[in-house]
């Protein structure tokens, strides 16, 4: 079984703050990705990486920055949180191997920004 | 620009009746679509999916049909559990564009006992 899994499943952080976010896959995988998930605006990409030291830019990467170093570990920064960065943030990760196959999913960081 | 779209924010249902979840798209590049399902602190899990190739695929309860024509697609549980309830969201993927998924908003289904 594929294994996700996120540093954090609550954190709270005050605004100004530098944030990380870390996620880990333990299968091996090519591609991994960072969303966010709000209410009424379902899952968005923040940034996504198809290889070590390799990232690209999502739909909303404003406010965040991304580190790849090693390939089972891809971490979301937010260099000064606002209120507004205040969601759950989602990893996943998959294979490479083909296209359109299935991203698998951590279990989810709740941040709260105050 | 929302590409996939989820326009029903929640379902209910009867238990052992049929659910159907409707997603609509609008890149005509798209050709693999996938369907997640989420519990409330958990992340997203997969269900099932489907390539532009096909126009269904079933697996036990579930069956996703896909009409390239419309760009629609949809998503049938029969029968409803309570255990379905749960946040269904809809993806899509271009070939040309890697493993980049498009998520829809997400529809909450309520099985009721």
């Known amino acids: 079984d594929v294994k996700v899994t996120q540093s954090s499943r609550y954190l709270v952080k005050r605004t100004g703050e530098k944030v990380f976010l870390e996620c880990v896959q333990d299968?091996?995988?090519?591609?991994m990705f960072w969303y966010r998930q709000d209410p009424g605006l379902g899952l968005r990409l923040i940034y996504f990486s198809y290889d070590v030291k390799m990232k690209e830019k999502g739909d909303i990467p404003e406010g965040y920055s991304v580190s790849r170093e090693k390939k089972e570990r891809f971490s979301l920064i937010l260099e000064s949180a606002s209120t507004n960065q205040t969601s759950m943030y989602l990893c996943a990760s998959s294979s490479g191997t083909f296209d359109g196959e299935t991203q698998y999913f951590g279990p989810g960081t709740r941040l709260l920004v105050l | 620009d929302q590409q996939v779209k989820q326009n029903s924010p929640s379902l209910s249902v009867q238990e052992g009746r049929i659910s159907i979840l409707n997603c609509d798209y609008t890149n005509s590049m798209f050709d693999y679509f996938l369907w997640y399902k989420k519990y409330p602190a958990e992340g997203p899990t997969f269900l099932i999916s489907i390539s532009s190739i096909k126009d269904k695929n079933e697996d036990g309860r579930f069956t996703v049909f896909l009409n390239k024509s419309a760009k629609h697609l949809s998503l049938h549980i029969v029968p409803s559990q309570p255990g379905d309830s749960a946040v269904y969201f809809c993806?899509?993927?271009?070939?040309?564009?890697?493993?980049?998924?498009?998520f829809g908003t997400g529809t909450s289904l309520t099985v009721i006992p």
């Open positions: 993806a899509a993927s271009a070939s040309n564009t890697g493993n980049q998924f498009y």
């Open positions: 299968m091996d995988h090519e591609n």
